[in-house]
């Protein structure tokens, strides 16, 4: 039972366009968000979070929008650029829990 | 700026054997997991630990798998009788507070090979 799902295992996009990475999560107690970067050989990166009583949250080229009635989150950075080319990962967890559960990553290659 | 830091970087081990991997987490966090990665799957969680004792753990977890703080700065996960279906990236992860409101920082991983 894969509760948390990215369903685009790879994305291109042009240097200085918009990247947007989606995730979908099945669980409605789910109330913290996290997204991760990860390059080959290295560990997953924190990239940026939002708690379920927020919609949106920002940090510099990074924004995560969290729809909770579709159980809907994004990650859209911009401008991209070359050095964001890595797997991203979105993760959920639930109060009273001691785990983040993962999605299966998207692949993202940005294009100079 | 602190960083987990898990040992050995690769470890070659023969089914049946036991492997310990280690990890030092952020020096401040109290609360500390593990999670593998089997070749491009997804990251599963194996084990939280918080208070020297398991908070939680997950179906992968059994028996044939434990953890350990034995002293103040060191968390192993030990694998007893390995298969060959153990062989994947293991993380090792820490954070300050629970989740749901705190996040995971990994280390750079252990690669486990059974042959």
């Known amino acids: 039972d894969q509760q948390v799902k990215q369903n685009s295992p790879s994305l291109s996009v042009q240097e200085g366009r918009i990247s947007i990475l989606n995730c979908d999560y099945t669980?409605?107690?789910?109330?913290?968000f996290l997204w991760y970067k990860k390059y080959p050989a290295e560990g997953p990166t924190f990239l940026i979070s939002i708690s379920s009583i927020k919609d949106k949250n920002e940090d510099g080229r990074f924004t995560v929008f969290l729809n909770k009635s579709a159980k809907h989150l994004s990650l859209h950075i911009v401008p991209s650029q070359p050095g964001d080319s890595a797997v991203y990962f979105c993760?959920?967890?639930?109060?009273?829990?001691?785990?983040?559960?993962f999605g299966t990553g998207t692949r993202l290659k940005v294009l100079a | 700026e602190p960083e987990v830091t898990q040992t050995p970087s690769h470890q070659v081990t023969q089914m049946g054997q036991e492997v310990i991997l280690r990890c030092v987490p952020i020096s401040n966090h109290l609360y500390f997991y593990w999670y593998r990665q089997i070749l491009g799957q997804k990251v599963e969680f194996l084990v939280s630990?918080?208070?020297?004792?398991?908070?939680?753990k997950s179906e992968i977890f059994d028996d044939q798998f434990s953890v350990e703080r034995p002293d103040g700065s060191n968390f192993t996960l030990k694998i007893r009788s390995t298969k060959l279906e153990d062989s994947a990236m293991y993380f090792c992860?820490?954070?300050?507070?629970?989740?749901?409101?705190?996040?995971?920082?990994f280390g750079n991983g252990t690669r486990l090979t059974v042959t």
């Open positions: 992860a820490s954070s300050d507070g629970r989740p749901s409101g705190s996040p995971l920082h």
């Open positions: 993760a959920a967890s639930a109060t009273g829990t001691y785990k983040y559960i």
């Open positions: 669980n409605s107690m789910f109330d913290y």
């Open positions: 630990f918080y208070n020297n004792e398991i908070s939680e």
